[in-house]
């Protein structure tokens, strides 16, 4: 069998490394592929009787299809089983379009029960509710994975150091309305055991990795699990730097915690913003207002962790005035450096199953699904705001493509936007900073999202 993985944010796949170590305890030896580093090996799709493809996210789901297609047509005999976060969502709209089984949920211990079934000749269901039940976790398999260097690293006072990516659980207690989680866990969260993540992380450092990112949902969904796991990192491995990803409530929550993470090497926290806009925020029912962003900040100050915040800025409720206010905040808050410019571009993604749909406030801008493209669409009230948003993609699409300072592509952003709505800057407004100035830490991948 092979399993591939499409997109994973720029880190080594544990959509890899997970299954692998799943089938293999079973007594199976899956072949891998990351097509978002290697070429689609033709010789190991001829083989494959089964093709277990990756979706976390969208991006991935995208990419998925067309890796299917291909494989398709090389290996017209292969099954193909899509699994993953958006695998469930879009389950309706793959099966017998590109994928002949559909697994959601805790999916490594379902899908070693459909390889089983295959290889006794049985026929598995084409798809089945999410499972949701506890798995007993083994240590992710990375040996034959592409290495730590081909993936994201941190870059941190002019040095590239390579990061590995681990998880300390899975789903999550909250239901954000726009988040791709809920409709799947339903506000389940599922910790892996500190000895399998501290083994997994023993072996990424073996391999070369300075860095490690967290990227659970939410790290604090468990902060006793979280604290005790960082100190015993940082016990064994003292130099050791890290990352993880918490909700604006629960820096705000656990604020006593974070002179610790400081101490054991947390250089930075990424938060889902999404807006300073309450209306905004109160309609995706994130859980924190505009006020709670300020304190989340002061918080994460007073401890030395730098905050990369990612946004939403393009929803139905947002106007222009919230959008010129979110870049004159980024500016004075000194975050410009902290916000990768494609957080300036990003549109909210309605995939299926959105719990969003179920809300009254989104029908008056809810279009129909886009089948192709997984995604409900949606029109903004104000044409200049899609206007803006187009222009502004297209933006960051070109100064990603030539490398162009982030700083100085915000400042396109800011000049665009203001010429869009017609809106004068004040001479006090916030200066660029200096293209010789220290950069904060971060990864080399910008797509948190």
Known sequence: MLLVSCYELGHQPLGLA????????????????????????EAKVRRARLAA???????????????????????????????????????????????DLVVGGE?????????????????????????????????PRRGGLPALTR?????RDGRRVPAGYVEASRGCLHTCLHCPIPPVYGGRFFAVPRDVVLEDVRRLVVAGAGHITFGDPDFLNGPGHAVRLVRAMHAEFPALSYDFTAKIEHIVRHRRLFSEFAATGCVFVVSAVESLSDVVLANLEKGHTRADVKSALGVLRQAGIALRPSFVPFTPWATSDDYLELLEWIGLEGL???????????????????????????????????????????????PRMDAL???????????????????????????LANARTGRVVAPTSFRAPPPDRPIAARLTEPWFC
């Open 107 to 139: 999916v490594e211990g379902p899908l070693v029960a459909v390889v089983e079934q295959l290889d006794r000749g049985d026929e598995p269901a084409p798809h089945q509710r999410p499972h949701l039940e506890r798995l007993s976790f083994p240590v």
């Open 389 to 415: 948003q187009r222009d502004v993609s297209t933006l960051v699409e070109q100064a990603a493509r030539s490398g162009e300072d982030p700083a100085v592509t915000f400042g396109r952003i800011r000049a």
């Open 336 to 382: 410009i450096d902290h916000v990768d410019p494609i957080q300036l571009a990003i549109r909210l993604l309605i995939p299926p199953g959105s719990l969003l749909v179920s809300r009254s406030a989104i029908r008056p801008f809810l279009g129909p699904l886009d089948v192709g493209a997984f995604t409900f669409r949606w029109t903004h009230p104000d």
């Open 151 to 155: 993936y994201a690293s941190l870059l």
């Open 18 to 41: 997970w299954p692998r170590a799943f089938l293999e305890r079973a007594g199976f030896a899956p072949d891998t592929l990351d097509l978002a580093v290697q070429p689609l090996d």
């Open 53 to 99: 493809i990756a979706v976390p996210m969208h991006t991935a789901l995208r990419l998925g299809v067309h890796a299917a297609a291909r494989i398709r047509q090389i290996n017209p005999a292969c099954r193909i089983v899509f699994h993953g976060l958006y695998a469930e969502l879009n389950a309706e709209h793959l099966l017998g379009r590109c994928a």
